[in-house]
């Protein structure tokens, strides 16, 4: 028995827009060219390319770009709600500024969709130093693991990759998937979300999907430069590829990685897996300091 699930990672490039047309354009277009799979994944603030529908001085300026973006939601939610339906697919949605309560700072929302219609959202829970210093962008604090036809769904955006605590408790609550839609300015910083998931994968006995944006965009300051590649981890455990990189596409180019896995291989790896990090990992918490 077994319980293939089909999955596509995108790397996303930003487009400029003159109107929302446009825009549903691209993404019924990327949509479509993921057709085949049953779980599709955007990356992390690919949202902020609506910007540039408020205009190149709204488009370039921090605050009124977070603005502009999330002024947008109602429609994006209606777009992918719609799209997920017309494929019969699970799609994460680019993440993006959303403003929990008037008044209130914007957190990053990413937003999962089935045939039926908006399932969830997921906020990232860590912010970088540019988000803290810069954007003001802020944390919502809270996990969720999405039980969905096509696994059990936990999300980590970019940075929160990087701290083990929090794939765990997702792990821990049943998540066999974690999706890490990423935005990274640098190799270096690719790498540490790169690196994060891998180590994700390996310590949970389960799938990771990191969905990045690539390239370049000129005419706003928060996501001028973008850099990485699409990939579907898994533990390198005997019952996965050596190198635990399940599939992954060229570095900086843009397009869908995709691949199918097996839900039901997940917990057989975790129950007999050349090594047990799902099973031992509580040792370690237990070990003492001399």
Not at 143 to 160: E, S
Not at 172 to 196: K, W
Request: with cysteine; aromatic share 8%.
């Amino acid at each position: 028995m077994s319980r293939p699930v089909r999955i596509a990672a995108a790397a996303y490039p930003f487009d400029w827009f003159d109107d929302f047309a446009a825009y549903e354009a691209k993404i019924s277009a990327w949509v479509a060219k993921a057709g085949d799979c049953d779980l599709l994944v955007f990356p992390e603030y690919g949202a902020m390319e609506l910007a540039s529908l408020g205009g190149p001085e709204i488009a370039r300026d921090l605050e009124s770009s977070l603005h502009e973006v999330a002024r947008h939601e109602p429609a994006r939610d209606a777009l992918h709600a719609r799209l997920a339906a017309e494929h019969g697919c699970h799609i994460l949605a680019a993440s993006g500024p959303a403003f929990p309560r008037p008044g209130a700072r914007p957190v990053n929302r990413a937003v999962l969709f089935g045939p039926q219609g908006r399932i969830g959202h997921q906020d990232k829970q860590i912010m970088t130093r540019f988000e803290r210093e810069s954007w003001d962008v802020v944390a919502a604090p809270g996990l969720r693991v999405f039980d969905t036809p096509v696994g059990r769904i936990g999300i980590t955006i970019c940075y929160d990759s990087e701290f083990p605590l929090l794939a765990r408790r997702l792990a821990e609550a049943g998540a066999e998937i974690i999706l890490t839609p990423s935005c990274t300015d640098s190799v270096a910083g690719f790498m540490r979300v790169r690196i994060g998931c891998m180590a994700r994968a390996l310590e949970n006995q389960c799938v990771v999907v990191q969905a990045p944006t690539v390239g370049d965009c000129a005419w706003n300051p928060a996501i001028d430069e973008n850099r990485g590649r699409a990939a579907i981890y898994a533990p390198p455990d005997g019952m996965w590829p050596e190198t635990g990189v399940v599939a992954e596409g060229a570095m900086d180019r843009p397009g869908w990685v995709k691949a199918e896995i097996d839900l039901d291989r997940i917990a057989e790896s975790r129950q007999r897996g050349q090594v047990l990090p799902w099973l031992h990992w509580p040792e370690s918490a237990a070990s003492p300091l001399d």
